[in-house]
């Protein structure tokens, strides 16, 4: 009663919303009301989302074929796998330019057209003077470049009608490329050492020290010594099961594969040649036949049918999924191959399809079940959890078994004596930030060294492969006339080290705090 009294206010509502999604559906290709109203997604229309803002499928396209032609130059093939490496670096290329994009307009750094005049007037790079001289214009009697004439026909206008569309191109480019230039200049200018860094670098590489110490490796640790229960496995498994042990929706598919037949020789005036010689795709094309005619009878009848019609001794059976990851569930042999992951995902339980030209032959594919996305099973993952809380225990046990002799350095031979697992090393002599026999290097060895005086134990130190106690015996004195004579080579080194990774350390940190929504895998 109600819903009847107020049958109007509904009506309206309903001619609002049609309204709304025919007019802005219109204007954005088809997308959907709902989705641009409450933020959803939109796979028909975007290829993902980077920062809040959509990424259609043509931008993601171009930029794809960008790098495929970049890949053709290079000499490389374009196979299934090539198309995706493609793929992955355009996305790459896109999160990265939406970064430096939002970071230029924050800073105001964005590049007038004063500033593309001079650049192309001051300092013309080598291609736009090349692609001058191509079209006719500006090249002397010798064929190079003539400065003066460009810079002259640029002072005074004159520069031909002929050569507009070239610089509206050059504009183009030269808008993104001086205010990368400008956003890079800003964030590898920020690198600065002081002298202590200085001082730091100069100890590492030109003080030696001499070393005694304990140790033991990881390896050397028997895994029999190392008791992990069932409750720590369990325990870890739920902490990290959120980022290590989901997965993923997937389809169940078998398959069957059609290979061509082994090539056979014929005799032709004596001689013994190979039937593919002479037509090298008439037994793929025998095949691929052969695969027509079964996909035809398996979607006429049953793929079990067809099976045993078709005589087909073995089929095999997959877990797809869309994602790029672990080849989608695809055996690798087969290749890359999209077409089969977006059929398993773009049709119904149940379907067959065309065949699919594999690396390793024509297969035809038929679904049958699908199972959600969740988490593996503690069983399936419990043999690697424990190898890991294993190796993590195997730094606690050599930590404690390590301790009780910090205090003992008179007796650390004796005690390596008695004991099989530990190992004992004297008088070993490298700089203060080199490798050490047996225990190799680490940050932490070489900043315990760099704090050491002569005479000192120090505490439990590990290295990738080892765990240790050491004595400095005997540390070079700090040559100061040394140090002032290689003061500016190391300042100028390390700044310069500073300043080629600060741009570059800036954006891999961007990359990884800025939201991404990748839907490419359920399109392509």
Known sequence: TQLRERSHIVLWLLL???????????????????????????????AGRIGGKNIPHNRYIRQREIQLDRMRRQGQTIDNRAEQNAGDFAWNAIVEREIKDQKIKQLGLEVTLDEIYDFLLFTPPPAFKTALMNAGFFSDDA????????????NNSTIPVDLHPLLNSWEIYLRTWLADRKLQTIYNNLGSVNDEMIRRDFIKKNLNCTLDYIYLTLSGIPDSLIKISD????????????????????????YALFKPSPATNIKIGGVYISRDTLDASSKEEEAMQEARLFAEEADYSSFKEAVELFGILKTDTLDIHEGFTLNSGIPFQMGVIRSAVRFVFDNSIGSVSEPIITNNGTAVFHTFGETDGGYKALDEVKESIRRTLIRENKKIYAAELLQPYRNNADNWELITNN???????????QTIGGSFPGIGKSNQLTGTLLAMDEGEISGVIETFNAALVLQMTSRDAFDDSLYQEEYSSIRNQLLNSERTRGFTSWLTDAKKSIKQEDYRSEVY
């Open 419 to 429: 004991d099989s697992l530990l190992q004992f090393s004297s008088g070993e002599t």
């Open 231 to 254: 409750a720590e496995i369990e325990e870890r498994y739920n902490e990290t099961k959120d980022d290590s042990y989901t997965t993923n929706d997937t389809r169940s598919a078998e």
């Open 16 to 46: 609002f919303f049609f309204i709304a999604s025919m007019t802005v559906g219109g204007l954005v290709g088809g997308a959907n009301i709902m989705d641009l109203i409450f933020g959803g997604k939109n796979i028909q229309v975007n």
């Open 143 to 154: 064929g190079n470049f003539d400065t003066e004439s460009y810079e002259t026909a640029v």
